[in-house]
């Protein structure tokens, strides 16, 4: 089951950075799929962790495009960037700790950031990019 499928509504019409969008709706939904207890035996910490690797490696990637491409919100987009990664920490750190993050507010948490993030900083960024020439 997934909390939020990949649809062409999502893309930002570059093919890398909509299949690394793709990876973490993948993590996203790993993380449903426990909820939902169609997962058994999967670490959250693991998941976690590998979503937040791959976010950090993500966020590189088109924060390296949005500087060489002179992208006139590159400040802003990279602190949102920035934002969600400490959050992932946290909300990590919380889960660790005592357990009392609820996987139900974690991932509702970043569906609603994905999607936001998305359709607005990351269509944003896609459009300027695109007209660039980056593909």
Request: hydrophobic share 35%; charged share 25%.
């Given at each position: 089951m997934?909390?939020?499928?990949?649809?062409?509504?999502y893309?930002v019409?570059?093919?890398?950075?909509?299949?690394?969008h793709?990876?973490?709706?993948?993590y996203?939904?790993?993380?449903?799929?426990?909820?939902?207890?169609?997962?058994?035996?999967?670490?959250?910490?693991?998941?976690?962790d590998?979503?937040?690797?791959?976010?950090?490696?993500?966020?590189?990637?088109?924060e390296?495009?949005?500087?060489?491409?002179?992208?006139?919100k590159?400040?802003?987009?990279?602190?949102?960037?920035?934002?969600?990664?400490k959050?992932?920490?946290?909300?990590?750190?919380?889960?660790c700790s005592?357990?009392?993050?609820?996987?139900?507010?974690?991932?509702n948490?970043?569906?609603?950031?994905?999607?936001?993030?998305?359709?607005g900083?990351?269509?944003?960024?896609?459009?300027?990019l695109?007209?660039?020439?980056?593909?």
């Amino acid at each position: 089951m997934t909390i939020l499928p990949w649809t062409e509504q999502y893309s930002v019409d570059i093919r890398k950075i909509d299949n690394q969008h793709k990876i973490l709706l993948d993590y996203l939904n790993k993380l449903y799929d426990i909820i939902l207890g169609e997962t058994e035996n999967e670490d959250i910490v693991k998941i976690i962790d590998d979503m937040t690797i791959h976010a950090i490696s993500q966020f590189r990637s088109e924060e390296q495009l949005m500087f060489s491409t002179g992208y006139p919100k590159y400040s802003h987009h990279k602190l949102q960037h920035k934002h969600l990664i400490k959050q992932l920490g946290d909300l990590r750190e919380k889960y660790c700790s005592d357990g009392s993050t609820e996987l139900v507010e974690l991932t509702n948490f970043l569906k609603d950031w994905l999607v936001d993030h998305i359709m607005g900083s990351d269509k944003s960024m896609g459009k300027f990019l695109v007209d660039y020439g980056v593909y």
